[in-house]
């Protein structure tokens, strides 16, 4: 059980430096500015040799937050498991109600999951209404294929691989990020 948790805790970091390196891309081409929340923690003790005791101060806050070019907030949250299914409670009631609360106030509100070796923007009314969607409180990458994002090396969260309608009906586009393989990607800034 010790071994299994930190194999899920290297390959948390791991998506999390690939969500990283998607923000410093988005910035680099200014289609968004996006930075991890940092946690809310104090340290209690510091020793000579760099080591510290610490503690969390408060609730954790959804994963990242920013802007996207045009001005539009957005806010995510960040998930990954190894299994074929990702439980909706897997955020905290704290985070839920975050994403809730700016959801409301218009900006992109999601969870950006990895199932595997895939990696899915899916909105947060799709992630608060699983029940309802998919007659049951876990998704599998099947269930969230529409939101499917691109990856080449950086989890790619503003480019999907299916094409998105706008509510105009329209087809929408962005700036294509590639795949590496020269495939432009059919994304959606949000």
Not at 29 to 58: H, W
Not at 113 to 142: E, H, L, N, Q, S
Not at 157 to 178: C, P, V, W
Request: glycine share 8%; proline share 3%.
């Amino acid at each position: 059980m010790q071994y299994q948790n930190k194999v899920n805790n290297a390959q948390g970091h791991f998506f999390e430096g690939a969500i990283k390196a998607a923000c410093a891309l988005y910035s680099e081409r200014e289609r968004a500015d996006v930075d991890k929340t940092p946690e809310p923690f104090r340290v209690l003790e510091k020793s000579r040799d760099g080591i510290f005791k610490g503690r969390f101060t408060a609730r954790a806050q959804p994963d990242f937050q920013g802007t996207l070019a045009g001005g539009r907030s957005i806010v995510f949250e960040a998930k990954y498991t190894t299994t074929d299914r990702m439980k909706r409670d897997v955020l905290t009631q704290e985070q839920q109600d975050a994403l809730e609360r700016h959801a409301a106030r218009g900006a992109v509100a999601a969870v950006c999951a990895g199932i595997g070796d895939k990696f899915f923007f899916v909105p947060w009314y799709v992630w608060r209404d699983m029940k309802a969607r998919f007659g049951r409180k876990y998704v599998t990458a099947a269930d969230v294929e529409p939101w499917r994002v691109r990856f080449n090396g950086a989890v790619l969260f503003l480019d999907y691989i299916h094409e998105r309608s706008g509510s105009n009906g329209k087809a929408e586009t962005a700036q294509a990020e590639t795949d590496g393989s020269g495939h432009a990607a059919n994304g959606v800034q949000p």
